[in-house]
């Protein structure tokens, strides 16, 4: 089981389970995260989400070892099924937290980015790192930080692609909370359990709120992104990324 659910007093914390590889998200598990969501958004035991990684990682993109055709319908498939994860996590109507211990890389870090509190330790690493492989970044990245951040911080994090840490990030803010490593999880802990006792009905009517303030429409912005994301996940630069990434080469991109 590489994702885990446990529900105690009405907080329900999302384990992403599969350390070795540092919490990548497989085909499989990005479904089975994407059930876990809906799931806790329709139980009336849970009144918080905790998402959090095992071991030294909360999520470090998606696993680019795992091998399938390069097709439109392939493509529009893993891009609805990520945009699904964030928009679960976004319209929640519950505090939804991340507890970011280690690597938030790509979709990893979008999932973080998605959610309403980010606590997160001096060790963590923030990064889209989408144009290694070729690719744009997704899963609402560019939309979410350029709310956080602004456009030109936004660029820079996305076209330059390099990792933050968790003070950096804090002092972006792009951090909730900078938490030392061994009390990340207990002061997480600690917000579920005091969010949980408060009127979670109002702090999901206050999520719509903060939805409404964007300028653009997230749901639409996402449709834009999937259609670009396609379009990369046909080319060969993408191919070349791919393959450097896995044989851990520095790649050598083409334009095309």
Same mark, same amino acid.
């Given at each position: ?10 907080? #329900? ?5 599969? +350390? ?7 085909? &499989? ?6 059930? #876990?969501?809906?799931?806790?958004? &329709?139980?009336?035991?849970? !009144? ?14 998606? %696993? ?8 439109? +319908? ?12 964030? /928009? ?6 519950? +505090? ?15 999932? #973080? ?8 330790? +001096?060790?963590?690493?923030?990064? &889209? ?17 350029? &709310?956080?951040?602004?456009?030109? !911080? ?47 009905? #109002? ?13 653009? %429409? ?18 060969? %630069?993408?191919?070349?990324?791919? %393959?450097?990434?896995?044989? /851990? ?8």
């Amino acid at each position: 089981m590489t994702i885990s659910t446990e529900i105690e007093s009405g907080v #329900a914390t999302i384990v992403l389970d599969r +350390p070795e590889r540092r919490n990548a998200l497989s085909a &499989q598990m990005r479904l089975d995260f994407l059930e #876990a969501l809906l799931t806790s958004a &329709q139980s009336d035991d849970v !009144r918080v989400v905790v998402i959090r990684g095992a071991s030294k990682a909360f999520c470090a993109g998606a %696993d680019m070892s795992e091998k399938s055709e390069a097709s439109i +319908p392939n493509g529009r498939h893993r891009i609805h099924v990520a945009h699904s994860i964030v /928009k679960a996590i976004a319209h929640l109507e519950k +505090p939804v937290i991340a507890a970011v211990g280690g690597d938030a890389v790509g979709i990893g870090w979008s999932i #973080a980015l998605a959610c309403d509190f980010i606590l997160a330790s +001096p060790s963590a690493r923030f990064g &889209q790192v989408f144009k290694k492989i070729g690719l744009a970044p997704d899963g609402g990245s560019v939309y979410l930080l350029s &709310q956080y951040v602004g456009v030109l !911080r936004a660029k820079e994090l996305t076209m330059t692609g390099r990792l933050v840490g968790g003070e950096d990030a804090y002092r972006m803010g792009l951090v909730t909370e900078l938490v030392d490593d061994e009390n990340l999880y207990a002061r997480t802990s600690e917000l579920a359990n005091e969010l949980a006792g408060s009127a979670v009905l #109002a702090m999901g009517m206050t999520k719509r709120l903060f939805l409404a303030v964007g300028g653009s %429409d997230f749901d639409r912005f996402l449709e834009i992104e999937s259609h670009i994301q396609n379009q990369l996940l046909q080319t060969s %630069d993408h191919a070349e990324g791919v %393959d450097a990434f896995l044989s /851990k080469r520095a790649p050598n991109f083409k334009g095309r």
